[in-house]
T-cell receptor, first 112, second 111 residues
């Protein structure tokens, strides 16, 4: 069964610190992997997208990595800000392009 | 562009009542979908549509109906609400398998 797992379930860090969120998936065939940020009470918004051939993709202070062999991805947040407090969702799309498999998300809280 | 809009933002129903959640997009996207989001779980696909006149079931379709008469609109109908349908509902649209754009969500409580 196609699944996406994320860890940790929740994370608390101090403002200015770095953190890394993990995503493991079993979706096959694989098309792409996205990280979304979901602020409380809002819909998810795309941060990065990575295809099979890409290892790293950056978007400002967000850097995503992908290891297609081990089917793992990570999202690294540098110099965290209070506005980074949100849920981060990993989503994997299959090769047919219409099956989006969502992870449960990691809830990040950044404290002053 | 307004993107993806959803109405209402909040709704409280009694068991057995019916209602329609509205979703509209102005990006001319072919693909639209409805998800529900429950605590501790990933978004789960209820129904989706790959174009006007074409709909299909997702992972959790029971208790929900959809139709797609135009490219822009994709309403979700609850025919007889149940407490198990208490959730936050998101509508999303995309062009084929590309980035999905999500609406702001509808928070539904069924008493």
């Amino acid at each position: 069964k196609n699944q996406v797992e994320q860890s940790p379930q929740s994370l608390i860090i101090l403002e200015g610190k770095n953190c890394t969120l993990q995503c493991n998936y079993t979706v096959s065939p694989f098309s792409n992997l996205r990280w979304y940020k979901q602020d409380t009470g809002r819909g998810p918004v795309s941060l990065t997208i990575m295809t099979f051939s890409e290892n790293t993709k950056s978007n400002g202070r967000y850097t995503a990595t992908l290891d297609a062999d081990t089917k793992q991805s990570s999202l690294h947040i540098t110099a965290s800000q209070l506005s980074d407090s949100a849920s981060y969702i990993c989503v994997v799309t299959d090769n047919y392009g219409q099956n989006f498999v969502f992870g449960p998300g990691t809830r990040l809280s950044v404290l002053p | 562009n307004a993107g993806v809009t959803q109405t209402p933002k909040f709704q409280v129903l009694k068991t057995g009542q019916s209602m329609t959640l509205q979703c509209a997009q102005d990006m001319n996207h072919e693909y639209m979908s409805w998800y529900r989001q429950d605590p501790g779980m990933g978004l789960r696909l209820i129904h989706y549509s790959v174009g006007a006149g074409i709909t299909d079931q997702g992972e959790v379709p029971n208790g929900y109906n959809v139709s797609r008469s135009t490219t822009e609109d994709f309403p979700l109908r609850l025919l007889s609400a149940a407490p198990s349908q208490t959730s936050v509902y998101f509508c999303a649209s995309s062009y084929s398998g590309n980035e999905q754009f999500f609406g702001p969500g509808t928070r539904l409580t069924v008493l």
